[in-house]
C-alpha cells in the first residue's frame, strides 16, 4: 500500500525537529535519505513545507543550502496541545 503524503510529510518534520535540537540545517539529499524518499520527491515535499512556512531554507558557506524547521513548524508537529 503506498504512503499518504501526510505521512511523509510528518516524516520529514520528525526528522527536522530532531535536528533542530541539534541546531543544525540538513541537505537536501541528507532528508531524502534519512526519511528513505528519491531526491525528486523529497525536494517537492521540502517546497510545500517551504511555502507553508514549517521550513526554511538556510545559505551555509561551507556547504550546501540546508533545510531547518520553523517555530510554525516545530508548532504543527507538536500539536495544539503545547501551545
Do not use: W
Request: aromatic share 4%.
Amino acid at each position: 500500500m503506498p504512503e499518504s503524503e501526510t505521512s511523509v510529510v510528518f516524516r520529514i518534520l520528525g526528522i527536522l525537529a530532531r535536528v533542530h535540537d541539534a541546531e543544525c540545517s540538513l541537505v537536501l539529499n541528507e532528508i531524502a535519505n534519512a526519511a528513505h524518499l528519491d531526491t525528486v520527491h523529497a525536494q517537492r515535499v521540502m517546497k510545500v513545507l517551504e511555502s507553508a512556512g514549517a521550513v526554511r531554507a538556510e545559505a551555509l558557506p561551507t556547504r550546501p543550502a540546508g533545510y531547518c524547521l520553523t517555530r510554525y513548524g516545530r508548532e504543527r508537529l507538536a500539536g495544539p496541545a503545547t501551545r
